[in-house]
Structures are given as structure tokens and as C-alpha cells.
């Protein structure tokens, strides 16, 4: 079973700021498995990035995915207040799996 | 616009079965895997399984020896039952799909149910 390691648990910053978050893999994924999730407060997950840097539809351009092999990131260019949620890497080369959540909280 | 409804008890008593049906409308549900998804209480996600609208399942290794999903085409609908619950098993479920698109390249859930709270109860 592949693992995945997301860093930090929480990151505590400002609106207008960059927010970079990160997803290791504890075996090589090919970058086409590899997609991003948001939730937030009593809602269902939604899919941002698929394929590691395509944006799914309606998703907003200060959104982007990069990475390869084991490391993969997730950007998001300027914080806006509606994007304070968790942040959720997954994978599905090997059976299937997301790893433990990133808390973007507002500093 | 393709809409996912879990629906089923919202409590289970421990080491009985807990079954879940998700109805699926304004879509097919043809050339799409659809998935169940859970996550306890402030804690993160972990996948069930999935079915393939010819049938074929997979399941999270650690559930397997539990879990059986079952889909009924003909009434756009997909099940979970997994057997011999404990207080383990509280959590929100989520029925889901995942097109797994070679074409596009689109392998994620795309579409979710807003989720059912099933508690295990002792």
C-alpha cells in the first residue's frame, strides 16, 4: 500500500498570502494518479487538482498542482477566505488512498 | 447535473451489518467506477472500495475480509454492507464517483453524496 505523508498538519496564514502544501509518497506515483481535494466544515471533499496539476472544472486558476515521483505540491497563489479548509492529496496507482489532511487556518 | 443520495440506518448496533445504498441520478452510471468513502469523526478519509458498473470490485485491504459492494443497474443504484461493525466503524460515509478516464486523464471522485453519519452503538 502506498503511503501518503502530507506536511504540515496545519498552516496557520494570512489572506493575499501563497500557501504551499506538501504530499510525499512513500513509493513512486506516476504523476496521471495523483489528485487534490478541499473540505471543509460538514461538507463532502471537492476535487481541485487531478493528474497532479489539472484543474478540475470551476476551479480557480490561483490553484496549481506540481511534483513528481514521490513529492508532490500544492500551491495556492493568494489566500482567500473562502479557501481556510482541509487539503487532502490522494492516489490511485496502487489500490487507492489519501493521505492525513492539511488545516490551512486563517493567522 | 449528476447528484449522489447515501441513504440507510444511521445507527448500527456493534458486530451487526451496517448497508448503505447510494441512488444516482442525472447521469449514467455506465464506464464509471463509484466508490464508497468514509471518515470518522475529526479524523481524515479512508477508501472503502469501489465497484465498476460491470460489476468488478476492489476493497482497502484492511477492510476486505468485511466489506461487500454491489451495484443494481437498473435502479441506478450502488450498496455497502460491511459486516461485524464496533465503534471503529462510526464515521460519515461517502458515495462516490471516480471516472478513472484514460482519455482525459481525469483519475479522482469528481462527483460526491453529502455524506450519511452511521454510529455504532454497544
Known amino acids: 500500500e502506498i503511503v501518503l505523508t502530507q506536511s504540515p498538519g496545519t498552516l496557520s496564514l494570512s489572506p493575499g498570502e501563497r500557501a504551499t502544501l506538501s504530499c510525499r509518497a512513500s513509493?513512486?506515483?506516476?504523476?496521471?494518479?495523483l489528485a487534490w481535494y478541499q473540505q471543509k466544515p460538514g461538507q463532502a471533499p471537492r476535487l481541485l487538482i487531478y493528474?497532479?496539476?489539472s484543474r478540475a472544472t470551476g476551479i480557480p486558476d490561483r490553484f496549481s498542482g506540481s511534483g513528481s515521483g514521490t513529492d508532490f505540491t500544492l500551491t495556492i497563489s493568494r489566500l482567500e477566505p473562502d479557501d481556510f479548509a482541509v487539503y487532502y492529496c490522494?492516489?490511485?496507482?496502487?489500490?487507492?488512498?489519501f493521505g492525513g489532511g492539511t488545516k490551512v487556518e486563517i493567522k | 447535473q449528476v447528484q449522489l443520495q447515501e441513504s440507510g440506518p444511521g445507527l448500527v448496533k456493534a458486530s451487526e451489518t451496517l448497508s448503505l445504498t447510494c441512488t444516482v441520478s442525472?447521469?449514467?452510471?455506465?464506464?464509471?467506477?463509484w466508490s464508497w468513502i468514509r471518515q470518522p469523526p475529526g479524523k481524515g478519509l479512508e477508501w472503502i472500495g469501489d465497484?465498476?458498473?460491470?460489476?468488478?470490485?476492489r476493497y482497502n485491504p484492511s477492510l476486505k475480509s468485511r466489506v461487500t459492494i454491489s451495484i443494481d443497474r437498473s435502479k441506478n443504484q450502488f450498496s455497502l454492507n460491511l459486516s461485524s461493525v464496533t465503534a471503529a466503524d462510526t464515521a460519515m460515509y461517502y458515495c462516490?464517483?471516480?471516472?478513472?478516464?484514460?482519455?482525459?486523464?481525469?483519475?479522482?471522485?469528481?462527483?460526491w453524496g453529502q455524506g450519511t453519519l452511521v454510529t455504532v452503538s454497544s
Open positions: 513509493q513512486g506515483v506516476s504523476s496521471t494518479y
Open positions: 490522494q492516489q490511485c496507482a496502487n489500490s487507492f488512498t
Open positions: 442525472g447521469g449514467s452510471m455506465s464506464s464509471y467506477f
Open positions: 462516490a464517483r471516480d471516472p478513472r478516464d484514460y482519455s482525459s486523464g481525469l483519475y479522482g471522485v469528481d462527483y
Open positions: 465497484i465498476y458498473y460491470s460489476g468488478s470490485t
Open positions: 493528474g497532479t496539476s
